[in-house]
C-alpha cells in the first residue's frame, strides 16, 4: 500500500517535516510526494492540501482521502469517488489556537483597543466610553465553534450560537435554521465557524449584513469563501457594521491593490488564526494508514452528504 502527499501550496521545509514524522512511525512506508508520484497505481492513500482539481481521478487504486488539516471543502469542491471515504485532522492544538485568536479579536473590539492605537498615533488622551457592551454570537457550533462559546462565557460575556441543525440540550443559548434573524437580533458581535459547503459560500453578504443590528462587528476565521468580500465595505460605510476582523480570504496572499489594505476598520491576519502542527496531524494519518489496511474503523471520517 502506497501513500502520497499532494500539497503544492506548501513549502519544501513544510513538506520535509510531514515525511520525517511518516518515515519515524513508518521507516518503510512506500511515499510518494506531488509532482513526483510516478507510481500513481501503488497509491491508496492520499494525503491533500490544495490539490490540483481532477488529479483525484489518475489513481486507479484509491481507497483513503486524508485532508492535512480540519477543514476538507478543498476536497469536496472537486471529484471524490463515491467509495472512497474523507478523513480530516482534529488536534487540541488547533481548537486551542482557534479559540485563542477568536476571543483576543473579540475582547480587542469590547476594550477598543485599535482605537487606542490611534489614539496614541494622534496623541489623544480619551477616557471616554472604555467598554463596547457586547453579546458574541458564533456560526457553527462544532468543536471549534463550541469551545470559543465555552471560554468567552466564562469571561462573563453572554453568548449565543447558531447552526443548521437542533442541538438538544445544548449547553447555551442556540437558534438554528430559520432562526436566523432571532439570533442576529440578538447579537452585536458575529464570528464566522461556519464549515464551507455549497450553502453557505457566500453566506456572509450584503442581504446578511442588511439583517444585522446596526454597528454589529464582524469576524471571520472559517474560510475566505464565506465572505462575498465587495459587499463588506459597503456594509461599514452604512453602518450595518461597525468593523471586521478578517483571517482568510478568497485569494491568499491578499493581492497589494485590495482595498482592504486601506479600510481602517478592517483588521486583517494572513491566515495564521490556527495552523496544523505536523507532529500531531501525521500520526493520526498514519493511524488511519493502519486501519485501512486492516479493515478497522477511521479516525475523524467525514460525512460527505453535510459536506464536513
Partial sequence: MGLAIIAPTKSK???AAWIAVFKEIDPHIELQVYPDVNQKESVEVVVLWQHPKGILTEFPNLKLICSMGSGVDHIMADYVPDNVPITRIVDPRLTFSMTNYVVMGILNYHRQFLRYVRDKQSKTWDMSNPE???????????????????????LGIPVIGF??????????????????????????????????????????????????????????????????????????????????LLDVFQKEPLPANHPFWKQEQITITPHIASITNHKAAAPQIMENYRNLQQNLPLMNQINKEQGY
Fill in 13 to 15: 521545509q513544510e513538506i
Fill in 132 to 154: 463596547i457592551p457586547i453579546t458574541v454570537g458564533v456560526m457553527g457550533v462544532g468543536e471549534l465553534g463550541g469551545d470559543v462559546l465555552d471560554k468567552v462565557a466564562g
Fill in 163 to 244: 447552526g443548521n441543525r437542533p442541538k438538544s440540550g445544548f449547553r447555551h443559548p442556540y437558534f438554528h435554521g430559520g432562526q436566523l434573524q432571532e439570533f442576529l437580533d440578538a447579537v452585536n458581535v458575529v464570528v464566522c465557524l461556519l464549515p464551507l459547503t455549497p450553502k453557505t459560500e457566500g453566506f456572509l453578504n450584503k442581504d446578511l449584513f442588511r439583517k444585522f443590528k446596526k454597528g454589529t462587528y464582524l469576524i471571520n476565521v472559517a474560510r475566505g469563501k464565506h465572505l462575498i468580500e465587495a459587499d463588506l465595505i459597503p456594509a461599514i460605510e452604512s453602518g450595518h457594521l461597525s468593523g471586521a
